[in-house]
């Protein structure tokens, strides 16, 4: 397996930098074509619609309300949350997701930058952290897929703030709005969900996202889903 797939989070300071991505990614039209039969791939929808729908039927029906519930009783504010954040081709969608932060709280500062959750943010409800820790709060997502503004397995969609900040910065950031955006992806897997504190996980995060548009599979998707299922389950430390 490629050497991308395999690296983790730990060590991103030593293999990650910005010539190195130049030479991953030479080629502009490959990953614009996969990510064009990616787009295109009926069976790709199909089990987009399909998992989405067994989801519905026999968790979220009671989930979902069990949910809402404990967020009203724990503190004041709407259940869900909706994000404007940058779709497939640059486009802008509402994410959704279960509220997690103290109702008005703020999402960047006084110069415009996006304030990314920390470990222990103030912002974030107790019972936010425990959805974040264990990603229910992505849930309504499922409400994306069936939309056809997101499909389950692609590059996570960033808050649009957060997208302006990079876009200049990180090399071939652009790459990733060939693709529909996704509740889980490579980078979230592989240890890179959460905070992006600095440039270099940043860059990797990317890395990873254009390494699955380039290899892009539904063999893939499924690998991915059930890395997702585990990761869960197992815990990850920068779920928070």
């Not at 996969?34 to 998992?51: L, M, P």
């Not at 504010?77 to 103290?102: D, H, W």
């Not at 415009?112 to 409800?125: I, S």
């Not at 940043?202 to 890395?207: D, E, F, L, P, Y």
Request: hydrophobic share 40%.
């Amino acid at each position: 397996m490629p050497e991308l797939f395999t690296q983790r989070r730990d060590n991103v300071s030593s293999i990650y930098t910005f010539d190195n991505a130049s030479v991953l990614y030479p080629v502009y039209a490959s990953v614009s074509d996969r990510a064009e039969v990616a787009n295109n791939s009926i069976t790709k929808r199909i089990v987009d619609i399909v998992f989405t729908i067994i989801l519905f039927c026999t968790v979220f029906i009671w989930l979902f309300p069990l949910i809402a519930l404990i967020i009203k009783l724990t503190s004041k504010g709407p259940v869900f949350f909706a994000q404007q954040r940058t779709g497939l081709n640059g486009t802008s969608i509402y994410c959704y997701k279960f509220r997690t932060m103290e109702d008005g709280c703020k999402s960047v500062d006084h110069t415009g930058k996006y304030l990314q959750a920390v470990k222990n943010d103030p912002r974030v409800t107790r019972i936010g952290s425990i959805l974040r820790r264990t990603s229910l709060d992505e849930l309504p997502q499922f409400w994306n897929v069936l939309k056809g503004d997101m499909t389950i397995v692609g590059p996570r969609p960033h808050p649009e703030e957060l997208n302006k900040e990079c876009e200049g910065v990180i090399d071939k950031y652009e790459l990733r709005y060939l693709i529909k955006p996704g509740i889980t992806g490579v980078a979230q897997v592989r240890g890179y969900r959460g905070g992006t504190p600095n440039v270099h996980l940043m860059q990797a995060r990317i890395n990873h996202d254009i390494w699955y548009i380039r290899n892009w599979s539904i063999l893939l998707d499924v690998k991915i889903m059930f890395l997702t299922g585990y990761t869960i389950f197992a815990g990850d430390e920068n779920a928070y």
